[in-house]
């Protein structure tokens, strides 16, 4: 890992923990500002709207001006929304900066992968990104129990000081070690060509293939511990360490799916789609089990997270003249299947149909994202065309 793939990882880890940690301190943060914990959970769906909504906007805004300038204003925002959400007076305000902070949060995971795979060669674009991505899984690991046990022993108001140091070492690492021309030929072409890029079915057919996987995913993970604890019969204290192994397998996965991805990317990305299937079925079938339960959570989050390496690769090759807005509208996808991935999960529960149907939905949810998978790569055959180069 160079330094300038480091200072970026830095940065995703940063931003992946300012999103995650919330959920450890919620109770807390709703008895310090004196509403309920149902209120507080819009600090959670806020986050999500700004990375969906405000993410490709101020990516297309900022495409003219140097990356290296637009990440460490960035970082710098970011850091001074961990600042502002630490001193916050009341809910509102909080709500508010968390807010500003999703909207940098959104653009600069877009930015960042068209900055790091500008800093290696064609064969490394999966590695360069499946690097990034790492951020946000190894802000699982480390990050949100670091966040919520300084939260524990110190009140939330410290867990927003200790992720504003983090994110003030990111800012330091970028501006020390990104090179002032990374990513340079991102910043030409026209805000016409960005929407075009849009319509190419390459794009639009990983977009979709970005929503079903997550509406499979959170379908089931935003329900996770209450499915352990019920359904799988584990012990409370015993749930976060199965957690820890999904998210140590969710890290292997993504560089596993980072090195697919370099090697042969469509039939890779087709062959993990169709591996998460059969995840979804086995979670369904063996989560009474305990001991083979937890194995089947570490495997589930290694090929859940595999996935975001070719998908990711793919909509930044074929929006290579103009990756801005594509690139932006990936956490976009991820955040929209989310919140309906958490919705279905709710109505099948509010159906009486208990945790252990919720893997149905992602069985059903991948079977559609291997067939569009399918579909895609059948039609890029059948009319070949080459991969757009960067606009000069």
């Given at each position: 890992?160079?330094?300038?793939?480091?200072?970026?990882?830095?940065?995703?880890?940063a931003?992946?923990?300012?999103?995650?940690?919330?959920?450890?301190?919620?109770?807390?943060?709703?008895?310090?500002?004196?509403?309920?914990?149902?209120?507080?959970?819009?600090?959670?769906?806020?986050?999500?709207?700004?990375?969906?909504?405000?993410?490709p906007?101020?990516?297309?805004?900022?495409?003219?001006y140097?990356?290296?300038?637009?990440?460490?204003?960035?970082?710098?925002?970011?850091?001074?929304?961990q600042?502002?959400?630490?001193?916050?007076?009341?809910?509102?305000?909080?709500?508010?900066?968390?807010?500003?902070?999703?909207?940098?949060?959104?653009?600069?995971?877009?930015?960042?992968a068209?900055?790091?795979?500008?800093?290696?060669?064609?064969?490394?674009?999966?590695?360069?990104?499946?690097?990034?991505?790492?951020?946000?899984?190894?802000?699982?690991?480390?990050?949100?129990?670091?966040?919520?046990?300084?939260?524990?022993?110190?009140?939330?108001?410290?867990?927003?000081?200790a992720?504003?140091?983090?994110?003030?070492?990111?800012?330091?690492?970028?501006?020390?070690?990104?090179?002032?021309?990374?990513?340079?030929?991102?910043?030409?072409?026209?805000?016409?060509?960005?929407?075009?890029?849009?319509?190419?079915?390459?794009?639009?057919?990983?977009?979709?293939?970005?929503?079903?996987?997550?509406?499979?995913?959170?379908?089931?993970?935003?329900?996770?511990?209450?499915?352990?604890?019920?359904?799988?019969?584990?012990?409370?204290?015993?749930?976060?360490?199965?957690?820890?192994?999904?998210?140590?397998?969710?890290?292997?996965?993504?560089?596993?799916?980072?090195?697919?991805?370099?090697?042969?990317?469509?039939?890779?990305?087709?062959?993990?789609?169709?591996?998460?299937?059969?995840?979804?079925?086995?979670?369904?079938?063996?989560?009474?089990?305990?001991?083979?339960?937890?194995?089947?959570?570490?495997?589930?989050?290694?090929?859940?997270?595999?996935?975001?390496?070719?998908?990711?690769?793919?909509?930044l090759?074929?929006?290579?003249?103009?990756?801005?807005?594509?690139?932006?509208?990936?956490?976009?996808?991820?955040?929209?299947?989310?919140?309906?991935?958490?919705?279905?999960?709710?109505?099948?529960?509010?159906?009486?149909?208990?945790?252990r149907?919720l893997?149905?939905?992602?069985?059903?949810?991948?079977?559609?994202?291997?067939?569009?998978?399918?579909?895609?790569?059948?039609?890029?055959?059948?009319?070949?065309?080459?991969l757009?180069?960067?606009?000069?």
């Open positions: 890992m160079t330094l300038p793939l480091f200072a970026l990882f830095l940065a995703a880890f931003f992946g923990t300012a999103e995650f940690v919330i959920a450890g301190i919620l109770p807390e943060v709703a008895a310090g500002l004196g509403v309920t914990v149902p209120v507080a959970g819009y600090l959670v769906t806020a986050y999500a709207a700004g990375i969906a909504i405000g993410g906007l101020l990516a297309v805004a900022t495409k003219k140097q990356r290296k300038t637009v990440i460490l204003v960035l970082a710098t925002i970011y850091t001074l929304g600042l502002l959400c630490a001193i916050a007076p009341d809910f509102q305000f909080l709500l508010a900066a968390r807010v500003l902070v999703s909207v940098v949060h959104g653009t600069y995971f877009g930015i960042a068209v900055v790091a795979v500008s800093l290696v060669p064609a064969e490394r674009r999966g590695f360069a990104v499946a690097l990034i991505l790492s951020g946000l899984t190894v802000s699982n690991i480390l990050g949100v129990p670091g966040g919520t046990a300084t939260g524990n022993a110190l009140g939330w108001r410290a867990t927003f000081w992720v504003g140091a983090l994110g003030l070492v990111a800012t330091v690492a970028i501006a020390l070690f990104l090179p002032g021309t990374a990513g340079a030929a991102s910043t030409s072409g026209s805000f016409v060509r960005e929407f075009k890029a849009l319509g190419r079915q390459q794009i639009v057919t990983s977009l979709l293939i970005v929503v079903l996987v997550m509406i499979g995913q959170y379908s089931l993970f935003t329900y996770i511990a209450p499915l352990l604890r019920e359904v799988t019969g584990l012990n409370v204290n015993i749930v976060p360490w199965v957690l820890l192994l999904y998210g140590v397998g969710s890290t292997i996965g993504v560089f596993i799916g980072g090195r697919l991805a370099d090697w042969r990317l469509m039939p890779s990305l087709i062959a993990i789609l169709s591996a998460q299937a059969v995840a979804f079925g086995l979670v369904y079938l063996l989560s009474p089990y305990p001991v083979v339960m937890a194995v089947t959570v570490f495997v589930w989050g290694g090929v859940n997270f595999a996935f975001g390496s070719p998908v990711q690769s793919r909509v090759a074929w929006a290579g003249d103009a990756p801005n807005l594509a690139s932006s509208l990936i956490p976009t996808g991820f955040n929209i299947g989310i919140a309906i991935g958490a919705m279905m999960g709710a109505s099948v529960l509010e159906q009486g149909l208990g945790y149907a893997p149905l939905i992602g069985c059903v949810a991948l079977v559609l994202a291997v067939g569009v998978a399918v579909t895609s790569h059948v039609l890029e055959l059948r009319t070949p065309r080459p757009p180069k960067p606009a000069t």
